[in-house]
């Protein structure tokens, strides 16, 4: 298992629960959630330097390059629609959709692994 998706899952895991834990107290987005989500996204944009550099590097996608690089995209965008929804509406509802992008992100990170290591898909 790849350290960067290690430390993914926890990133993704703590966001959420961050944000599941404040939309149940009725709080509308604030500092906490929405950095919480930040994270997420500073870490994909540290997980995507460190797929580039791992390419050049010569470790090979084993599966689709295509595929991998595609969620990878999708998933940079994933975390700044929910910030930008939290920014537009304040009701509490919008740390549900912050703690909705972080589980994207990690299913899409489990995919992006299995991907990277040739294993096929469902």
Not at 30 to 41: G, H, P
Not at 48 to 74: K, S
Request: overall charge negative.
């Amino acid at each position: 298992m790849d350290p960067f998706f290690l430390v993914g899952v926890i990133v993704c895991a703590v966001a959420a629960l961050l944000c599941i834990g404040a939309g149940l107290l009725r709080q509308p987005p604030n500092d906490i959630t929405i950095l919480s989500t930040a994270a997420v996204e500073l870490f994909l944009l540290a997980y995507t330097v460190g797929a580039v550099i791992r390419q050049l590097t010569g470790e090979p996608v084993l599966g689709e390059a295509w595929e991998f690089w595609g969620y990878l995209l999708t998933a940079l965008l994933v975390p700044v629609g929910a910030f930008w929804w939290s920014i537009l509406e304040k009701t509490r509802w919008s740390n549900f959709v912050l703690a909705a992008s972080a589980l994207t992100v990690f299913v899409m990170l489990f995919r992006m692994e299995q991907i990277w290591d040739g294993v096929a898909g469902l």
